[in-house]
């Protein structure tokens, strides 16, 4: 199972490519950055085009993506949200299956606290992940934690229907 993990943003959109199994492994990390000189509609366009190709490349089985939280910057949350909408878009297109989590949910399974902080995360991401040194940026590392998120609840699923 590869599950592609996005941190959604207008100016950087991280992704995290991880492969299931024991140990899990980060096949790929990384952003999309979009120049703050373009225009939306512009910035938009370079992040469908960029994470199409990453879609058509990796062929992910599912896509992890955080959840739009309640922001006090609106003009913030609008671009995270129209980050979303292209992600979402384009899995819709390719019928690429969804998994949302809040970041209080990649928190606890990750780190195991809910208000983990952010070195504590990039510690477990590359401690999971087996790599040698902290995942940067902060993007791709939330990227990261989004995927091995999704495989530590899917672990727990499993061994719910087991006891």
Aim: one cysteine or more.
């Amino acid at each position: 199972m590869r599950v592609l993990g996005v941190d959604p943003g207008m100016a950087l959109l991280g992704y995290g490519v991880v492969e299931g199994g024991e140990p899990l492994r980060a096949l790929s990390f990384g952003v999309v950055s979009t120049p703050a000189h373009l225009p939306v509609e512009r910035r938009l366009v370079v992040l469908h085009d960029e994470l199409a190709q990453l879609l058509e490349h990796w062929q992910p089985d599912v896509v992890a993506l955080e959840q739009l939280f309640f922001a006090r910057n609106v003009t913030t949350a609008l671009a995270v949200g129209q980050a979303r909408g292209i992600v979402l878009l384009l899995c819709g297109q390719r019928t690429i299956p969804v998994v949302e989590y809040t970041p209080a949910q990649v928190k606890q399974a990750v780190g195991g606290y809910g208000r983990a902080r952010k070195r504590e995360m990039q510690e477990m991401v590359r401690l999971l992940l087996r790599l040698p040194v902290l995942p940067q940026p902060d993007d791709a590392a939330d990227a990261l934690a989004l995927a091995v998120c999704y495989f530590q609840y899917s672990r727990a699923a499993q061994l719910e229907r087991f006891t």
